[in-house]
């Protein structure tokens, strides 16, 4: 093992990253997208999945517990945390997951083809020679038709962020201990967050700027802020590549770009007309294009997904292609009371606040069937005739339109929805089981009281990580579904008296328990909304 590689194994064991599910990750996610790119991804409830540098494995563990029949390996370096991974595995009593430690640069072909490939976090936290090994590695194990991820620290936005790295690295040198050099870390990032002044120059305020967003990502992630400043900011290898460079080097292993996981980013959105067709005039390719759009955007990071360089990619995204799929959506409408009927634009907008406008009564219908089936996904094929019965109920003259015409106008309204923002639409092959609303037992994934033991972000059923207060993940804690309303009132009464729980009722007065049962009952349909609940 070269010497960087044993210092980032150290790095790593002394103090564990703090990782976390990514939905982008989940094959079901990446099976979508390639779909709807023209692709035909391995089908997602049997497949193998690889994860290099797999940490504890906390992405993978909750994706091996979505998808039972098939089998996840992951990888890493540093033993410790292999050993954390394990034990969580082993009290979950899981068999469809391995975890094991070992160097990316001595893997050979013993674990065999993978049909979905993850490296989350890895590519330019390494080395040159092991980021080459990486992409050997992922063209050699990757089936024929899988597909995979990798992530990446990216140009221009790391130019400043990686002055800032510069800048935290200096003001903690000669530390040694990893802790105390995060804390030196966060001092100077609050210091140049509130360092802008009318007299800075441009970089200053750019610095300053960059430091403040710095700063709130790190706020958000509260008690692990210290273990990814350790990594994302101070750790001894941080190597930005280009998005360009990073396909280079992508296509000198036999492999394509096939999209980023956050598709709006490939479509030129939120720039002026002209621009686009200026930065088009001056793209010899696709990867020009975005390499161009990333500049303007100021890109620090990306998600992207491979495929073999023989596979056909079709980018212009088609209605037909979500036919076999499920989609899932939770939008409400700014006007109220809808007409169905008519044709007049309706702005939607998600818990987000994002907005969609839509004029044809088949997507307003299937909208409205969407949020009350969210957030469990409906089948595509069902949805059409769903909407069409309700836009006819509610007078739209679409009794006799054809249900292919129908589809066609729905799905190209959802993939613009998809191609605006993806938290606005979601589409699967395989979604997962996910209650609609709390039942008389509720229930959450072992992993999931799991999690709510141990912190305070817990995996819900679509990968994606929820945050709990201190009253949540007491009561998350018991929805192993054998207790009813009564019991769960009696046991969260129990340690709010006993000070294990703070809570304060609706009028903030500790004392009193009067409201336990509306909250509790409040909380579970939040659950419920989360997909934090299986049925
Ligand atoms: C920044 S962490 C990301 C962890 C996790 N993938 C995530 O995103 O939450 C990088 C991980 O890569 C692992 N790693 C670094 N070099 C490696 C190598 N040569 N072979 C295998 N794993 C490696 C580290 O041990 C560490 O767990």
Redesign the pocket.
């Known amino acids: 093992m070269d010497d960087i590689?044993a210092m980032?194994?150290r790095?790593?064991d002394e103090a564990?990253?703090?990782?976390?599910a990514?939905a982008h990750t989940h094959p079901d996610y990446m099976a979508a997208l390639a779909t709807l790119l023209g692709l035909n991804p391995p089908p997602v409830a049997h497949c193998r999945v690889l994860?290099?540098?797999?940490?504890?494995g906390?992405?993978l563990i909750p994706m091996a517990l979505s998808l039972p029949e098939a089998t996840f390996v992951g990888?890493?370096?540093?033993p410790r945390?292999i050993a954390d991974g394990r034990r969580i595995i082993e009290t979950l009593g899981m068999t469809n997951v391995t975890l094991l430690v070992?160097?990316?640069?001595?893997v050979g072909d013993e674990l065999g083809q993978f049909d979905y490939i993850?490296?989350?976090?890895?590519y330019s936290?390494?080395p040159a020679p092991?980021r080459d090994?990486?992409m050997a590695l992922t063209k050699r194990s990757l089936a024929s038709h899988g597909i995979a991820y990798i992530?990446y620290n990216t140009y221009p936005g790391w130019h400043i962020l990686g002055a800032l790295r510069d800048l935290m690295i200096y003001a903690a040198r000669g530390v040694e201990d990893p802790r105390e050099r995060a804390r030196i870390a966060l001092a100077l990032l609050d210091m140049l967050a509130e360092s802008d002044s009318e007299n800075a120059n441009a970089f200053h305020s750019f610095l300053a700027a960059y430091a403040g967003q710095f700063r709130s990502v790190l706020s958000r992630l509260g008690s692990l802020s210290h273990a990814f400043l350790i990594?994302?900011a101070l750790?001894v290898v941080n190597e930005p590549v280009s998005f360009a460079q990073f396909a280079a080097h992508a296509a000198q292993h036999g492999l394509q770009y096939l999209s980023e996981t956050e598709f709006p980013m490939v479509l030129p959105l939120g720039l002026k007309p002209e621009t686009v067709d200026a930065i088009r005039s001056f793209s010899r390719s696709g990867i020009d294009l975005e390499q161009y759009m990333d500049f303007l955007r100021g890109r620090q990071f990306r998600q992207t997904l491979l495929c073999h360089d023989h596979v056909t990619v079709r980018r212009t995204l088609r209605p037909e292609r979500l036919m076999g799929m499920s989609v899932a959506a939770l939008m409400h409408p700014e006007t109220q009371p809808l007409d169905l009927a008519g044709s007049e634009w309706v702005v939607f907008r998600n818990l987000h606040g994002v907005a969609f406008s839509v004029s044809a009564p088949i997507t307003k219908a299937a909208l409205i069937c969407l949020a009350e089936a969210s957030p469990r996904a409906v089948a595509f094929e069902d949805l059409v005739v769903a909407a069409q019965r309700r836009a006819v109920a509610a007078g739209a003259s679409l009794e006799d339109t054809e249900p292919s015409a129908l589809a066609r106008r729905l799905g190209g309204d959802l993939l613009r929805a998809f191609a605006t923002a993806t938290s606005l639409v979601s589409f699967h092959l395989h979604p997962p089981a996910v209650a609609t609303r709390p039942g008389e037992r509720p229930k959450v994934t072992p992993l999931a009281r799991l999690e709510a033991q141990h912190g305070e972000e817990v995996t819900n059923l679509y990968h994606d990580v929820i945050s709990l207060d201190p009253f949540d993940r007491h009561l998350v804690q018991s929805l192993d579904g054998r207790h009813d309303r009564r019991a769960l009132e009696e046991m969260m009464a129990a340690a709010v008296t006993a000070g294990e729980v703070p809570y304060a009722g609706d009028d903030g007065r500790a004392a009193s328990l009067a409201g336990l049962a509306a909250d509790i009952e409040q909380r579970l349909n939040w659950f419920a909304q989360v997909a934090l609940l299986v049925e």
Do not use: K, M
């Open positions: 590689t980032l194994r790095s790593y564990p990253y703090p990782g976390r990514y994860e290099i540098g797999c940490a504890a906390s992405n990888i890493d370096l540093s945390q070992r160097d990316v640069q001595e993850i490296a989350h976090g890895v936290w390494v092991v090994r990486l992530s990594h994302d750790e």
